[in-house]
């Protein structure tokens, strides 16, 4: 649609984030499922279930303009989720794998938060108080769900330096023992 006016343009951003948001419902149960860390699960699935309530809040304010949510693609969201599952993909040290979660998880949030931002102040500009205060509270939701991953990093991203230190000390290790042990069928033979 090519939006002539900042109403068309706010109808415009309030369906790219309805669509934005179904596409995380369907991402976030596979970055769960892979997801090791109990806290890291958690935090997800709690935000599965707040981004189910945002996308209805989104549904409502286009409902309360007289439109359909559903007529956009979110081009943007499909980028940064398809992005996210090929950095995760096939990881397969878990703890480097939640550490890519992580990071993948909060690019889907900051994206979400600069759409919020910007309908959020097309709404009160436009003098829909409501549907400010609506957006405003999906928007905190999302700063609160990146500084829950922002402190989850904290954690896990030291651990998954550690793990993935002790994984390629094993290999060395197991490397030298093998180089000894022909050495010395060698040194036999
Ligand atoms: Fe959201
Ligand atoms: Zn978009
Ligand atoms: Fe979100």
């Known amino acids: 649609m090519s939006a002539n006016s900042l109403q068309e343009l706010y109808l415009e951003q309030l369906r790219d984030l309805f669509d934005a948001e ?15 860390s109990d ?4 935090a997800l699935t709690g935000h599965l279930e707040i981004t189910r ?4 809040r989104v549904e409502n304010i286009c409902q309360e303009l007289g439109e359909d949510a559903k007529r956009e693609k979110c081009k943007g969201m499909e980028g ?8 995760v993909g096939d990881i397969s040290n878990k703890e480097v794998r939640d550490a890519a979660i992580i990071a993948a998880a909060q690019r889907v949030e900051h994206y979400e938060m600069a759409g919020y931002g910007t309908a959020r102040t097309y709404a009160t500009l436009l003098g829909y108080d409501e549907a400010a205060s609506a957006l405003e509270q999906t928007l905190e939701e999302e700063k609160e769900a990146d500084e829950t991953l922002s402190g989850l990093a904290e954690q896990l991203n030291r651990e998954a330096l550690k793990s993935e230190r002790a994984e390629r000390k094993q290999k060395e290790d197991a490397k ?6 022909s050495n010395s069928r060698k040194r036999v033979a």
């Open 22 to 36: 179904q596409q995380i419902i369907k991402a976030l149960p596979k970055m769960i499922a892979s997801a090791r």
């Open 39 to 42: 806290k890291l699960r958690d």
């Open 53 to 56: 309530k945002q996308a209805d």
């Open 80 to 87: 940064v989720l398809k992005e996210g599952s090929d950095l």
């Open 176 to 181: 030298t023992a093998r180089g000894t042990k």
